[in-house]
T-cell receptor, first 113, second 118 residues
Framework: KQEVTQIPAALSVPEGENLVLNCSFT??????LQWFRQDPGKGLTSLLL?????REQTSGRLNASLDKSSGRSTLYIAASQPGDSATYLC????????????FGKGTKLTVNP | NAGVMQNPRHLVRRRGQEARLRCSPM?????VYWYRQLPEEGLKFMVY????????ESGMPKERFSAEFPKEGPSILRIQQVVRGDSAAYFC????????????????FGPGTRLTVL
């Protein structure tokens, strides 16, 4: 059974700092891995999707890496801003026919001005 | 081009009542997924539907919960005889029919329905 773990559960940093969020998964047989952002009381916004054959994806100040063999992904946020404050969720799509995403519990990020 | 729409956004029910949550997928999408997010927990998969078919309901509780995606109209997640433990945010996602030979099938999420059971 796939399990996704995100560390740390919460993180507080001063504005301008570069930071890394971690995601690990127990079963490396995945199609892809996706990072989402969730604001309080809101839905999910997709940030980056990495296919299993890819090593990383970049969008603006965000860079996500994937090491499928070791079951790890990182989300790197450069020059953090208060507007980056949110919960960041990692999810994997399992191989084997099911379309479902398996989510971690998220990392709650606070960027202090 | 509207995104995934869910209504109501907030729903309050008393124990024993029924809750009906609706999801309209993005235009052109024929696959719908329902997820539940309990307080302080990650999202958990409940059910995956295509038009008029339930494809995977491995995450659905065995009793009181049902889902449908009719040929016309939105997908409905129905919870009968709600209990306090059903209080959660329920998210719907949709995706298009994947290209032949492609494993790429990104899911797009709606804003969620927050159910509170008194």
């Amino acid at each position: 059974k796939q399990e996704v773990t995100q560390i740390p559960a919460a993180l507080s940093v001063p504005e301008g700092e570069n930071l890394v969020l971690n995601c690990s998964f127990t079963d490396s047989a995945i199609y892809n891995l996706q990072w989402f952002r969730q604001d309080p009381g809101k839905g999910l916004t997709s940030l980056l999707l990495i296919q299993s054959s890819q090593r990383e994806q970049t969008s603006g100040r965000l860079n996500a890496s994937l090491d499928k063999s070791s079951g790890r992904s990182t989300l790197y946020i450069a020059a953090s801003q208060p507007g980056d404050s949110a919960t960041y969720l990692c999810a994997v799509r399992q191989q084997g026919g099911s379309e479902k995403l398996v989510f971690g519990k998220g990392t709650k990020l606070t960027v202090n001005p | 081009n509207a995104g995934v729409m869910q209504n109501p956004r907030h729903l309050v029910r008393r124990r024993g009542q029924e809750a009906r949550l609706r999801c309209s997928p993005m235009k052109g999408h024929s696959h719908v997924y329902w997820y539940r997010q309990l307080p302080e927990e990650g999202l958990k998969f409940m059910v995956y539907l295509q038009k008029e078919n339930i494809i995977d309901e491995s995450g659905m509780p065995k009793e009181r919960f049902s889902a449908e995606f009719p040929k016309e109209g939105p997908s409905i997640l129905r919870i009968q005889q709600v209990v306090r433990g059903d209080s959660a945010a329920y998210f719907c996602a949709s995706s298009p029919i994947p290209m032949t030979g492609s494993s790429y099938n990104e899911q797009f999420f709606g804003p969620g329905t927050r159910l509170t059971v008194l």
